[in-house]
């Protein structure tokens, strides 16, 4: 393999990692656990590019950036830039509370990419179906993206979906900017979230759909009602998608067959899956879009109770 | 430099690192840590995985830098003392070690799991390990090994664990060490990481050599000009065709494969420069300054286009152009054979190209020695053939070669042609220096011969009561750029064709075609696995269309003693296939689920998963055959202090071969299995054994090594029976001891007197004084065969399997699981009834593979499956419950009965899962892989219509 960067930095504060790449301006790269973007620089080469970075800034050492802390007073959980899928599958209270986050970053490849991989990574690499980022869209999830040249206030939250410009593009510019946390909504009281994916045993690793359901109970009539509703899917989109029309005819409703059916109906008229070589056709992904929602539904709704 | 500092294996060391280096570089070539397999570079195999701070890490994608401060443990730190860690001890008890390649890494993630986890349940263990991928073992046995050490762990002096040895299956009364289970003779060796593979060898001055592949997959070379790659500093040699003195081609059976490409290329593997450079890096930038002009040429991307006349002529080396040879068996009246069938059934059948994914890459070395000789150490299935390819290349004689087998990580017939040895021969004479050729996991991909893809047109007759009458086959066989071993491969696809039935009327069309995707040549099965779908598949089709149960209408034809093959062959003796269909049969019948049972699909099951049994059989021959002559020489040596080596240049693959030479030696000379050592693969040190093949090497070299030994007995026993004074008929070898036994009394009912003993090291030492030899080489035939079309035998012996295997379709998802396989499997006899074990779980799960996820795919000659991450094969989740019944059936040929099992384990198992759906959904797949997406769009068309 030909050398696709000069130097490895590994600075110890955020401060020191926004210089860095201030200094490089635009030369140096953002690196979190590497496995995304060392097979990214692979396939660039072997499809003819010739990708050079003259430094990777190493982000999984900066301080405190591998914590998962729920600040409880704004209702967040908030996970630092280094945090790995092994780390979110651990914690007991991603496991309580956004367990659509658990069960994501649980089926991400396996054991050794998990340990290494980063959820904001994950996120950094904009594809519309990872695990994680299907999962995050249904928690309200908000990032913090930071550079030294920024205008921006640097404590300003955005929107997950707003990093999402197309598969593989993503707002952030990793060149010169640090996605350096992820928030998100915990589940509280008569809320409960899924997360659930079908693979092809064939070819490319990634999922042929994955879908997460994160949902708000309220008794009427002495029944379950829904009374809030989240819902993502990818890749059925360019970007990441929320199901907005199926979860507005969704809420206030009592989850029964009837309704899931007519929810289905919904989602299949907002969804736009598309055929992928070598992955799905559009038919299947057609298929199993009710069957998915049924069960995300079914969990998120389950674990409400 | 970077210094990076870190805590490996409980040391403090500080090591100068590039700062692009991963961990997996810096801890082989720097800390010369080779326990820590390379399999892949794209994070995908976990060959490479050690603990960073007690986590597994794939350190191939490992940048060195991130482990600053670190504690990292690799598979060379787990002994203490000189003792196993229990992981280690319990691989190696459990047959969990074959090819040995991933188990440093297998024994790692494990490591990182019950360090964490000490109680883990099969599904955490099936979670932690998904990502090490084993080619060899089909799992079972690391599962098992895994959870014998968790049991251990928690067994007390009050409660000792129940059993923690692997469950073997069923066999014959051992002798004195033929029989028994011994664990591998290498397998220590593998599970500490000192097993040496190609890459692990480190020579002085030793250069990195790269190879420049086609641009395109098929076009005229006009031009090669390599100055600018000379002139790029660190560049010690670029070669082309110009620079090959001798043969311009290779190839095992035709000379048809440019060592490096002159007139054009034909596949996208196709070589057409080397390099060698210091690095591999600066190799690797020098491809990049050669300049090729090519002339494209139009592309034949399937068999069935190169047999049209007007089809582009891609090698017409044989003079026939595309067509590489055409099959034909005849057998009986094929038109009379139809016009008395009451049934017949006619279907196509595709099966895909597939990979055999073995875990280590090739790799070569080339050097000259002191005295001007070529040595090549690699991992080849057939020594003494690289030796004479390389030589004819060279132009030099094949005194002037030795290769030298390394130990090989995986084969399963993907590495019995030429890759990197010519060429590392031809860049060690230029350079004078010895030089490395490793394949990236993408080149290997790319370059190696495949499994053929087929086009099967399947025509099956038979009367009413299920009596087969008639079968006419079409087979359409993908062979590619080269021939490699591809004739012979769709030979045994046609010969096979009719399936391990007495059929009177057969007729087989079989078409080996060049086209420009890679060459086609030998994968386990050779050619079976694809027949055997169709066939089996047809067989179940036939079944229910006469209403006959699917496992009796197989009882009815199976071949048996007395009845003939498809090519006229008279079955005399070890036919072992109705024991296997009665054995399958009983284990299942317990189920209420019934085979071929008219299972409507139903959308409104209260579940959605169906489950249903499905049921195959099928056999395979054993040694080359067709006429080939068969042998295999094996030489033992004996010494004074009671030891004995056997040695055959006959490649181990993970199959087990050492053990097997060893036992049968063992056995033989009466000493203990543990005192007889191994020499494969030397071509200046261990006589010819043949191509490890057609699952020859335990009854060809295992022949060689019995009767070695026995003539060695035989000298020995003439020293020591003038020694001890007992005529030699009264000298037996056993324990370690030879004991001259007193002469049968005169009634014939014992003996008088007292036996008198010796050590086996003594008699060694009688015979050295007496001037007699110490060693003795043996060179064995296998009975002769004859070729397709002439009467007589074509093998001397065939292997039978019969498998059910129990499916559980989802009906909303079309994902399909195996959940049980019952195999049985006649092998003449067995051996070593855990390499055995091994041999018919890893076949198992290697043709779910086969049947469910793998599929290599080629777009107009251009290689889509470059790399691991789009070829799925069976991960430790696919691994079903496996139950083995062993049927020994003896062989007259074979060592002690012993027959093949290295492939017709694997040749079942597909259609037994395709035949499964079909019970369970009512969905006959024609096309393999399954496909999931389209499984399930045909099943909501059946509930629709």
Same mark, same amino acid.
């Given at each position: 393999?030909?050398?696709?960067? &000069? ?63 729920? &600040?409880? &007073? ?232 | +430099? ?11 060391? %500080? ?246 490409? $002159? ?6 593997? !196709?070589?057409?420069?080397?390099? %060698? ?55 009986? !009246? ?7 069938? #009451? ?42 053939? #690289? ?31 030429? +890759? ?10 230029? /350079?004078?220096?010895?030089?490395? +050729? ?32 008639? *079968? ?53 099965? @050779? ?5 055997? @779908? ?63 049972? #008219? ?19 099928? $056999? ?12 295999? /020489? ?125 050590? @086996? ?14 060693? @003795? ?15 007589? #035998? ?5 292997? $039978? ?11 909303? /998802? ?15 006899? %067995? ?14 799960? +290697? ?53 093949? *099992? ?17 019970? %369970? ?9 399954? !496909? ?14």
């Amino acid at each position: 393999m030909p050398k696709f960067w &000069d130097e490895y930095h590994i600075p110890a504060t955020l401060d020191d990692a926004l210089g860095l790449l201030a200094r490089y301006d635009g030369r140096a790269r953002v690196i979190g656990g590497g496995t995304d973007l060392l097979l990214d620089l692979k396939e660039e080469h072997y499809s003819g590019a010739r990708p050079h970075y003259a430094a990777l800034i190493d982000v999984t050492r900066i301080a405190g950036a591998n914590e998962i802390r729920e &600040d409880a &007073d704004a209702g967040w959980i908030v996970i630092g830039c280094a945090v790995t899928h092994a780390q979110v599958v651990a914690s007991s209270l991603v496991q309580a509370r956004a367990t659509a986050l658990h069960e994501a970053s649980g089926v991400v490849a396996g054991a050794q990419i998990r340990n290494m991989g980063t959820v904001v990574g994950n996120v950094a690499h904009a594809l519309p179906a990872a695990d994680s980022a299907v999962a995050l869209a249904v928690l309200g999830a908000e990032v913090q993206v930071r550079s030294k040249q920024s205008t921006v206030n640097s404590e300003q939250w955005r929107p997950i979906a707003s990093l999402y410009l197309g598969p593989g593009k993503s707002a952030v510019d990793s060149t010169r900017e640090i996605i350096s946390a992820i928030r998100f909504r915990p589940t509280g009281a008569n809320e409960g979230s899924a997360f659930a994916r079908i693979m092809r045993p064939q070819g490319i690793a990634l999922p042929i759909l994955g879908m997460a359901a994160r949902v708000k109970l309220a008794i009427r009539n002495s029944q379950f009602a829904i009374d809030d509703v989240a819902i993502s899917a990818g890749p059925v989109a360019p970007t990441l998608f929320r199901a907005a029309r199926t979860e507005e005819f969704l809420r206030g409703k009592v989850l029964d067959d009837a309704t899931l059916e007519q929810a289905a109906r919904v989602l299949l008229s907002e969804a736009q899956p598309r055929t992928s070589a070598h992955r799905a056709t559009r038919e299947y992904r057609v298929e199993l879009l009710p069957t998915m929602l049924r069960e995300v539904m079914t969990r998120a709704v389950k674990r409400a109770k | +430099m970077p210094l990076l500092n870190m805590n490996v294996n409980g040391k403090n060391i %500080a090591v100068e690192v590039e700062p692009h280096e991963y961990l997996a570089h810096v801890l082989r070539e720097k800390l010369g840590l080779t326990g820590t397999k390379i399999g892949c570079e794209e994070a995908e195999c976990g060959a490479c995985t050690v603990l960073v701070n007690g986590a597994p890490v794939v350190s191939c994608v490992f940048p060195a830098l991130k482990a600053e401060g670190a504690r990292v443990e690799t598979i060379e730190g787990l002994v203490r003392d000189q003792v196993l860690h229990p992981l280690q001890k319990a691989f190696v008890e459990h047959g969990a070690v074959q090819c040995g390649f991933c188990t440093p890494g297998l024994i790692m993630a494990a490591k990182g799991l019950l360090d964490h986890n000490p109680n883990p349940t099969d599904d955490e263990i099936k979670t932690a390990l998904k990502d090490n991928f084993c080619r060899c073992t089909g799992y079972v046995s690391v599962i098992s090994a895994i959870k014998s050490v968790v049991a251990s762990r928690q067994s007390t002096v009050d409660s000792p664990p129940l059993s923690h040895s692997p469950t073997l299956p069923l066999t014959r009364e051992p002798l004195s060490a033929v029989g028994k289970a011994y664990p591998r003779n290498d397998a220590v060796a593998k599970v500490t990481g000192t097993a040496k593979y190609t890459d692990d060898y480190k020579f002085a001055r030793m250069l990195h050599g790269a190879t420049l592949r086609a641009k395109y997959p098929h076009a005229k070379i006009l031009r090669i000009d390599t100055t600018k790659a000379k002139a790029l500093p660190g560049v010690r040699a670029v070669l082309t065709h110009e620079d090959v003195p001798g043969s311009k081609n290779h190839g095992l059976i035709f000379n048809d494969w440019p060592v490096l490409c $002159y007139d054009k290329v034909r596949y996208q593997g !196709d070589a057409v420069a080397i390099v %060698a450079a210091d690095t591999r890096e600066i190799a690797e930038r020098a491809l990049e300054l050669i300049e090729v002009e090519y002339e494209e040429l139009p592309i034949v991307d399937n068999p069935i286009d190169a047999l049209k006349p007007d089809a582009p002529i891609i090698n017409d080396f044989l003079g026939h152009g595309n067509l590489l040879k055409h099959i034909e068996v005849d057998k009986g !009246d094929i038109e009379k054979g139809f016009a008395e069938a #009451d049934m017949i059934i006619e279907r196509e059948y595709h099966t895909p190209t597939y990979e055999h994914a073995f875990l280590e890459p090739e790799c070569a070395i080339g050097r000259v020695t002191d005295e001007g000789r070529i040595e090549v150490y690699v991992g080849s299935q057939i020594p003494y053939e #690289d030796r004479r390819q390389i030589a004819a290349s060279l132009a030099i004689p094949e005194s002037q070669v030795r290769v030298i087998g390394a130990m090989i990580g995986g084969g399963f017939g993907g590495k019995e042609d030429i +890759m990197g040895q010519i060429h590392v021969a031809l860049l060690a004479r230029a /350079t004078n220096r010895p030089v490395k +050729m490793l394949y990236s996991r993408r080149e290997s991909m790319i370059a190696h011969p495949k499994r053929h893809a087929t086009t099967i047109r399947l025509k099956t007759g038979a009367k009413r009561d299920g009596t087969l009458v008639a *079968v006419r086959a079409e087979i359409f066989g993908d062979s590619g750029a080269y021939a490699s071993l591809g004739d012979k491969v769709m030979t045994r696809a046609a010969t096979h064709a009719a399936g391990p039935y007495a059929v009177p009327n057969v007729k087989i069309d079989c078409y080996a075609m060049y086209t420009n995707n890679p060459p086609a040549g030998a994968f386990r099965g @050779f050619g079976v696995t694809q027949s055997a @779908f169709a066939v089996e598949s047809n067989m179940d089709i036939l079944a229910r269309e006469l209403g006959i149960d699917p496992i009796e209408l197989r009882r009815k034809n199976a071949l048996r003693v007395g009845t003939t093959t498809s090519t006229g062959q008279l079955v005399r003796e070890s036919a072992g296939l109705l024991r296997c269909i009665e054995l399958v049969e009983s284990e299942i019948r317990s189920w209420k689920l019934e085979v071929g049972k #008219d299972r409507q699909f139903n959308f409104q099951l209260p579940t959605s998963n169906v489950q249903a049994w499905g049921f195959a059989a099928a $056999y395979k021959n054993t040694g080359l055959g067709g006429g080939a002559p068969d042998k295999s /020489t094996a030489e033992v040596e004996v010494y004074d202090d009671g030891t004995a080596e056997i040695r055959s240049a006959a490649a181990e693959i993970g199959q087990g071969l050492p053990n097997v030479l060893a036992q049968i030696t063992a056995g033989e000379l009466g000493i203990p299995f543990e005192r007889v050592r191994v020499l494969l693969s030397d071509t200046d040190l261990t006589p010819d054994g043949g191509p490890t093949t057609a699952s020859r090497q335990t009854a060809v070299t295992g022949n060689a090594a019995k009767f070695a030994a026995r003539g060695m007995r035989e000298i020995l026993a003439r020293a020591a029976s003038e020694r001890l004074d007992a005529p030699p008929e009264q000298i037996v070898f056993c324990d370690g001891y030879v004991d001259a036994l007193p002469p049968l009394s005169v009634t014939g009912e014992g003996r008088g007197g007292g036996v008198k003993r010796a050590s @086996f090291a003594d008699v060694v030492r009688w015979a050295r004084a007496e001037n007699r030899a110490t060693k @003795f080489r043996f060179e064995y035939n296998a009975p002769e065969t004859k070729p397709l079309g002439t009467p007589g #035998d074509m093998h001397f012996a065939f292997s $039978y399997a019969a498998q059910a295997a129990l499916v559980e379709v989802n009906t909303e /998802t079309g994902e399909v699981r195996v959940i049980k396989v019952v195999a049985a499997t006649d092998v003449g006899r %067995a051996i070593n009834p855990l390499a055995l074990k091994g041999q018919v779980e890893g076949g198992i799960v +290697m043709c779910i593979g086969n049947a469910l996820t793998e599929e290599y795919i080629v777009e107009q000659g251009r290689v889509w499956t470059d790399r691991l991450a789009r070829y799925k094969m069976p991960s430790i989740k696919h691994v079903p419950e496996i139950v083995s019944f062993v049927v020994e059936e003896e062989s007259s040929v074979g060592p002690y009965g012993a027959k093949g *099992v290295g492939e017709i384990s694997s040749i079942p198992t597909t259609p037994a899962i395709i035949n499964a759906i079909y019970n %369970a959904v009512g969905v006959r797949v024609y096309s393999l892989p399954v !496909d999931q997406d389209k499984l399930l769009r045909e099943m909501r068309r059946m509930t629709t219509d």
